[in-house]
């Protein structure tokens, strides 16, 4: 690991706040060092008070935000001197201390400090470092990890075996301080390092030399074990995606019990080389690499050994029933372990590994199923260069309890905003990067679904995936190429659903297009092409998701967009009109079929929607030429003819969609519901 530290750091590093700010960023830079929340930083400043008397405080980074991007406001600022008397202390509950640490914050608007505060404000250095970096983690985690620690890394660390964060570990980290003084920073048994200095430069160097020196002895180590060998030629089966399409569904169903997740699927050489080998996996089974893991990952994997067999494979009830027996066993652990107060979390693995298939995450959307994804690989890093050198190790099952149903630690999740309404519910859109399409996608996502967007050319999908990804501010659209006529391109769509999100909840049947001509100009090809697409296009994307739908077993939503052509026809209009018929038809009849699996299907309606929109484009010198009117005038002359006087927009259909995808639409199925501004004649009978 290389230092980041600038070679000349700029003037603002002055100002002690953002000097610990921009180093923080630093050490958050580096994965390796910690994840998402992981790692603590601080420093001590003398400033004056509200009174211009001189006092120190300690900025300490505020429970729950990341290392990686943090800004001034997420530290907190800590009378020290106050802080400090806690070292006269012998014991201190943790409700105790997070109450008495509240009120040492001299800034109301301050975030509740770590729950490692009191382990920075001990130690009398002034700049600290706290990370769960990996290389010291895969030293640390071993049988002999403090005969490893003082063989590699020197005799200037401090060896602090095993306790949970809190009182009891600070002021043992300070006492073993306070004995050696000349030490540069501690390592703690099965959870970190810490390092400090004068200043945060020193402190930041520490951290490098001291991971670094870690990483060159694992590398050695590595070599010698030859994994980077096995990691190349980790391939998945060849049969992976046939089994998964098997298995995704049931999965999903059985982990969504309380509510719905997203299931993704990782393949990397890595996570291979991992998952083939029965020694790792053994030892995956001891537990995790840093207990902070634990809030994102659960304590333990779910392992199916046999689910890389050629023959006698896994079968999906098998699975279903592994998954039901992961729960009863953290039920009981639950129930071993548990405080008064103590209430069971999701009680299904957060982490599953299959030998030649790959690894599954869970989360309530796909930033959240990566975000485990990404500590795993770490954690996979960290177990695999500890049997590189020795037998890995991790803290046991009482002491795993005691921080993963921590309440200091569960606050880090009480954090999170709350969910809009169709948050956990995986869509996928034909059509998408029309006016329509993509009115629907956008509100779709600002409701919280996630989306797996479709149309035919890949700029525009992937483009307007980014442009959702960037409105949500979180990974939720997935843009893939996708020919409603062709049923191989609708396989693979769905295909990747089922590695990104895990499934389909409901589907938007939108793709369309439109041919202008009255019946007896009407060439065959025209005809052919509307009922291609307009009828059985959706008859191949309905069909493909109600399978799905079904095998999932969780209900679903089917939202077809017709047209008010279907009850009120317009000439010259005919190959549309009754391509639109057989898809309001064909939506009927699906409501009919599957409402004993709790999936509804209903049928919006709109008429005249022009904003955006490719379709009208083709269509519009046509269709004004058909009502006598200059093309200018067509879009006044669809708004004059309704009863509201009033355009259709995109984001009227959107609504529309939003609504009866969601639970507000519960009780409907089999439903035509018309956006139209009211039109007389279309009014559905
Ligand atoms: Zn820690």
Redesign the pocket.
């Known amino acids: 690991m290389r230092s980041r530290w600038p070679t000349r750091p700029p003037s603002t590093w002055q100002n002690s706040l953002d000097a610990l700010v921009a180093r923080s960023r630093l050490i958050g830079e580096e994965e390796s060092l910690g994840l998402f929340g ?2 603590n930083t601080s420093t001590k400043r003398e400033v004056p008070d509200l009174l211009g008397q001189p006092q120190v405080i300690l900025w300490v980074k505020g429970s729950g935000s990341n290392l990686k991007g943090c800004e001034a406001r997420h530290f907190s600022p800590l009378r020290l001197e106050v802080v400090r008397r806690l070292t006269g202390r012998t014991h201190m509950s943790d409700e105790e201390m997070v109450a008495f640490l509240e009120r040492c914050v001299v800034d109301p608007k301050a975030p509740r400090p770590s729950v ?1 505060t009191l382990l920075h404000a001990f130690l009398p250095e002034r700049d600290v470092d ?1 990370t ?1 970096a990996d290389a010291i983690l895969s030293l640390a985690n071993t049988d002999r990890g403090e005969a490893l620690v003082r063989q590699v890394l020197g005799k200037h660390l401090l060896w602090i075996p095993y306790l949970q ?1 809190g009182f009891a570990l600070s002021k043992r980290v300070f006492e073993a301080y306070r004995r050696q003084p000349s030490a540069q920073g501690a390592v703690l048994q099965k ?2 390092l810490i390092t400090w200095g004068p200043d945060g430069h020193t402190s930041y160097l520490r951290t490098i030399r001291y991971v670094s020196m870690a990483e060159r002895f694992l590398a050695r180590q590595r070599r010698r074990a030859r994994w980077t060998v096995r990691a190349q030629a980790a391939q998945p089966r060849a049969d992976a995606t046939e089994r998964l399409r098997h298995w995704v569904p049931v999965i999903r169903r059985v982990v969504s019990r309380q509510r719905k997740v997203c299931v993704t699927c990782w393949q990397t050489p890595e996570i291979l080389a991992f998952v083939n080998t029965p020694r790792l996996l053994n030892a995956a089974r001891l537990g995790p690499a ?1 207990p ?1 893991h634990m809030l994102r990952t659960k304590r333990l994997p779910l392992i199916i050994e046999r689910a890389g067999r050629s023959s006698g494979a896994v079968s999906a009830d098998a699975l279903a029933r592994a998954l039901e027996r992961y729960a009863a066993s953290h039920e009981r652990y639950f129930l071993k372990y548990r405080r008064p107060g103590d209430v069971l979390q999701d009680p299904f693995p957060r982490v599953i590994l299959l030998p030649e298939i790959g690894m599954l995450t869970t989360g309530h959307d796909l930033t959240q199923a990566a975000m485990v994804a990404t500590i795993y690989r770490h954690a996979m890093t960290i177990i695999r260069d500890a049997e590189s050198v020795e037998r890995y190790t991790s803290v046991s099952e009482r002491q795993a309890f005691g921080v993963e149903y921590w309440p200091l630690e569960l606050y880090k999740l009480s954090l999170a905003p709350p969910e809009a309404e169709l948050s956990r519910e995986v869509g996928l859109l034909t059509g998408a990067a029309g006016g329509i399409g993509r009115g629907i996608a956008e509100l779709l996502i600002d409701r919280g679904a996630s989306l797996v967007v479709t149309d035919l050319r890949r700029r525009d999908v992937e483009a307007l995936a980014e442009a959702l990804n960037r409105r949500a501010g979180r990974r939720r659209a997935l843009g893939v190429v996708m020919d409603v006529t062709d049923e191989r391109s609708i396989e693979r769509a769905c295909d990747a659903a089922l590695r990104t999100f895990g499934g389909i909840d409901f589907l938007v049947s939108n793709a369309g297009i439109a041919t202008v001509a009255s019946i007896d100009r009407l060439r065959r090809i025209e005809w052919e092409r509307s009922l291609a697409v307009n009828a059985t296009g959706h008859f191949l994307v309905a069909k493909a998701v109600v399978r799905w739908l079904r095998a999932q077993r969780l209900g679903g939503s089917l939202v077809f967009i017709s047209s008010k052509n279907v009850t009120a026809p317009g000439k010259d209009f005919g190959a549309y009109s009754a391509a639109k018929a057989a898809e309001t038809q064909l939506a009927r009849v699906l409501a009919i079929e599957n409402g004993e699996f709790n999936i509804r299907v209903n049928i919006v309606n709109p008429d005249g929607v022009f904003e955006g929109s490719g379709l009208w484009k083709s269509i519009a010198t046509e269709r004004a030429r058909t009502y006598r009117l200059p093309p200018s005038e067509l879009a006044t002359f669809y708004q004059q003819r309704n009863l509201l006087k009033t355009r259709v927009m995109p984001s009227d259909v959107a609504e529309a969609v939003c609504f009866l995808i969601s639970r507000r639409a519960a009780k409907t199925t089999g439903c035509l519901l018309t956006v139209d501004g009211g039109l007389r004649e279309a009014f559905p009978r």
């Open positions: 992981g790692g490692e706290h769960h964060p959870h970190g840093t902070d």
